[in-house]
């Protein structure tokens, strides 16, 4: 006879909606009785995300993350904004100059030498997310191209923590962005621009964002708010797995391994809408330019009762 699990999610083979789920999740750690309160209500909160999620799986339809052109303002909001589904919105931002013209070259002549802050010396730095203001370089952009130019990795990346200190440098290449008026307000958003290898580790975000890929490839891995009991949460936004395609973290964290999952490929002209409390994590295939936005037409506020640190 086999010892039973310590914790019967960990046993669990893989999505939540199989036969015996339920079984497992009125099993979970300590019995009700010897439990701490608080412990007991936040099992019963896992308890309800988790059976509300394998209630969507039923549907292949409703547990896809589609793929959409086309959408209008109004189905966008009813069929995802509102009920914090992802989409993707292929081929949005097809007609933006940006798309043909961003080549290293020409973000070279019309950056310039201005001075632009990067994430710098992040491979040294298993947390150089949460270490970020650490990680604070500034370089000539002719320095920073010529840096990323040498060949593909996660040691220096140009990421939204950058963009405030960037917004004068970058301002060349505005008039080459179109606006996203269907879905957003007129604001600026916060440039992304790396070698293909970075790497944005499993973390959610305290607003709804819509990421638009301009140039390159990127691929996003996502995760339902439901699937944070098995993710770890760390410090702030983090997970404590960082990366669900490394096995010497899924070694660690093993109940990551069942936890449910969508690939996103995102190339240029394509946006993602990233849910406020949807777990993601980014890798760049290419060379590339990605423009976040969280200035939606609807309220997008989360950020202000986040329970910190
Ligand atoms: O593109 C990336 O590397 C990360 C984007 C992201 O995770 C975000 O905007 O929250």
Avoid: C
């Amino acid at each position: 006879m086999t010892a039973p699990p310590r914790n019967p999610l960990e046993a669990r083979p893989a999505l939540v909606g199989e036969p015996g789920l339920n079984v497992a999740l009125s099993r979970i750690g300590f019995s009700p009785a010897s439990a701490p309160k608080t412990d007991l209500a936040l099992r019963r909160r896992e308890w309800m995300l988790d059976v509300m999620e394998a209630q969507r799986a039923l549907s292949e339809e409703a547990r896809a993350i589609p793929r959409v052109r086309g959408l209008s303002s109004q189905d966008f909001l009813d069929s995802y904004y509102a009920p914090g589904r992802p989409v993707v919105i292929e081929r949005a931002i097809d007609h933006w100059p940006a798309l043909k013209r961003w080549t290293p070259d020409y973000l070279r002549r019309k950056v310039g030498d201005a001075p632009v802050e990067n994430q710098g010396d992040r491979a040294a730095n298993p947390d150089f997310e949460i270490d970020g203001y650490s990680h604070k370089k500034v370089l000539p952009f002719g320095a920073y191209m010529d840096l990323i130019a040498a060949g593909s990795g996660n040691d220096a990346y140009v990421t939204a923590n950058n963009s405030a200190a960037n917004r004068a440098a970058l301002a060349p290449l505005e008039r080459d962005l179109g606006h996203i008026d269907t879905y957003l307000t007129r604001a600026h958003g916060m440039m992304w621009i790396g070698p293909g290898g970075t790497f944005t580790p499993l973390h959610f975000d305290l607003t709804n964002n819509l990421i638009a890929q301009i140039v390159g490839r990127k691929s996003v891995i996502m995760l339902p708010p439901s699937e944070s009991a098995r993710l770890h949460h760390g410090r702030h936004v983090f997970s404590a797995v960082r990366d669900l395609e490394d096995e010497t973290r899924l070694v660690l964290y093993p109940l990551a391994r069942a936890a449910r999952r969508f690939v996103v490929d995102l190339g240029p002209g394509d946006l993602l809408y990233s849910p406020i409390g949807w777990w993601h994590q980014v890798r760049s295939r290419d060379f590339s330019v990605t423009i976040t936005y969280t200035n939606f037409r609807w309220p997008n506020e989360g950020f202000d009762s986040f329970p910190a640190d």
